[in-house]
């Protein structure tokens, strides 16, 4: 069964552009979530998707934002990016809304770097 | 609020000794813990959870944890270190039941031959 799929795996963009970051769960998973991820403020929860609903969002301003489609297949966008919107993109995919002991998978993430 | 601890930045074993790599928690209700393995340039890797049950968690690559209600520690174990075993550990928490994580700033494991 595959894992969670997510790309592109590398990228370069410039302050001032936006990006789009794609993430297909694992097959059956209908929970999506993404994270961030760089050295000085470790991982911290972004957003998740639920059946095409934002269903909770983490701290960060609304240049982040995401969608769900009906496939589960999930994107992320950021605009007018910041030299500090550098890092790791996680997503995640759970069973939810199965139970609180549903493990959530991770994808080898993409790798952002603004100049 | 969730959160979890992981009190060493940096944990050093010397390959075919013991290791433990610390977690705290702190969370309102019943704790569900995960713990996960980050090597360089790679994803999240799921490594064992705790939800209920018996308090010593068997997952993969060798790896078990010990949860401690009374000292609201999980402390990930493994009887016997390789070199590839090197790597970065998070120690996690979920916030409701939902795909919230709370993860703690991670332990980078450093096993010498």
């Known amino acids: 069964k595959a894992g969670v799929t997510q790309t592109p795996r590398y990228l370069i963009k410039t302050r001032g552009q936006q990006v789009t970051l794609s993430c297909s769960p694992i097959?059956?998973?209908?929970?999506v979530s993404w994270y961030q991820q760089t050295p000085g403020q470790g991982l911290q929860f972004l957003f998740e998707?639920?059946?095409?609903?934002?269903?909770n969002k983490g701290n960060f301003p609304g240049r982040f934002s995401g969608r769900q489609f009906s496939n589960s297949r999930s994107e992320m966008n950021v605009s007018t990016l910041e030299l500090g919107d550098s890092a790791l993109y996680l997503c995640?995919?759970?069973?939810?809304?199965?139970?609180?002991?549903?493990?959530?998978?991770f994808g080898e993430g993409s790798w952002l770097t603004v100049v | 609020a969730q959160s979890v601890a992981q009190p060493e930045d940096q944990v050093n074993v010397a390959e075919g000794n013991p290791l433990t790599v610390k977690c705290t928690y702190s969370?309102?209700?019943?704790?569900?813990l995960f713990w996960y393995v980050q090597y360089p340039n790679r994803g999240l890797q799921f490594l064992l959870k705790?939800?209920?049950?018996?308090?010593l968690v068997k997952g993969s690559y060798g790896f078990e944890a010990e949860f401690n209600k009374s000292q609201t520690s999980f402390h990930l174990k493994k009887p016997s270190a390789l070199v590839s075993d090197s790597a970065l550990y998070f120690c996690a928490v979920r916030d409701g039941p939902g795909g919230k994580l709370i993860f703690g700033q991670g332990t980078e494991l450093s096993v010498k031959p």
């Open positions: 998707y639920f059946s095409e609903t934002q269903r």
């Open positions: 705790y939800i209920t049950g018996d308090n």
């Open positions: 969370v309102s209700g019943n704790p569900y």
């Open positions: 995640a995919s759970s069973s939810y809304p199965a139970g609180l002991g549903n493990t959530i998978y």
């Open positions: 097959s059956g998973h209908r929970s």
